[in-house]
């Protein structure tokens, strides 16, 4: 399947950091979605992307759909400890989903 | 409430045992997917499915089936399991751009 290149792999940080993460690609996707995935739960949708160039944000998270279609950013400020988690990219070609491997963050006090 | 439910949470079985693991939607979604999660691989698609009666294979199909009698409806079967099939599955339904996850299954296949 087609491949979403997400980095950092994880991250630690210090409370009231901000951070960024990406993913790329070498495909073009009409959707880039950003999920979060607590523990032992399942992925929950933080942010929806359909406009290249389009930046979103949802509190303190902010995201955008990279103008050539094939990435994608998160950025979170401010993180608080209840940011822990794993985030995932995702793409959409308009019927088939692909998943980045996953940013695992943790927050330190 | 509007979700993704998908039964057991758990479950622990001996190699070769024939399971099934259900998952049900209440939106009306006429997509819905089966994923499994393993550690440092993310998450990869097994089956998905675009309506009733309508199914295919994802990434990684191979010692799953699966069937689409009914919208609400998308059980995953593994009729042979073996160890390699030890992982976290997910359920998820979607309108078309943006999934709605169950709470996962961690299945330990011994």
């Known amino acids: 399947g087609q491949q979403l290149n997400q980095s950092p792999q994880s991250m630690f940080i210090q409370e009231g950091e901000d951070v960024s993460m990406n993913c790329t690609s070498s495909s073009i996707f009409n959707t880039w979605l950003w999920y979060k995935q607590d523990p032992g739960e399942g992925p929950v949708l933080l942010i929806a992307?359909?406009?290249?160039?389009e930046l979103t944000s949802n509190g303190r998270l902010t995201a955008q759909f990279g103008i050539t279609r094939k990435d994608s950013f998160l950025n979170i400020s401010a993180s608080i400890p209840s940011d822990v988690g794993i985030y995932f990219c995702a793409a959409y070609t308009g019927n088939q989903f692909y998943f980045g491997t996953g940013t695992s963050l943790t927050v330190i006090p | 409430e509007a979700q993704v439910t998908q039964n057991p949470r758990y479950l622990i079985t001996v190699t070769g045992k024939k399971l099934t693991v259900t998952c049900s939607q209440n939106m009306n979604h006429e997509y819905m997917s089966w994923y499994r999660q393993d550690p440092g691989l993310g998450l990869r698609q097994i089956y998905y499915?675009?309506?009733?009666?309508?199914?295919d294979k994802g990434d990684v199909p191979e010692g799953y089936k699966v069937s689409r009698k009914e919208k609400r409806n998308f059980p995953l079967i593994l009729e042979s399991p073996s160890p390699n099939q030890t992982s976290l599955y997910f359920c998820?339904?979607?309108?078309?751009?943006?999934?709605?996850f169950g709470s996962g299954t961690r299945l330990t296949v011994v």
């Open positions: 992307l359909y406009k290249a160039g």
């Open positions: 499915s675009m309506n009733v009666e309508v199914t």
């Open positions: 998820a339904s979607s309108p078309g751009e943006g999934y709605t």
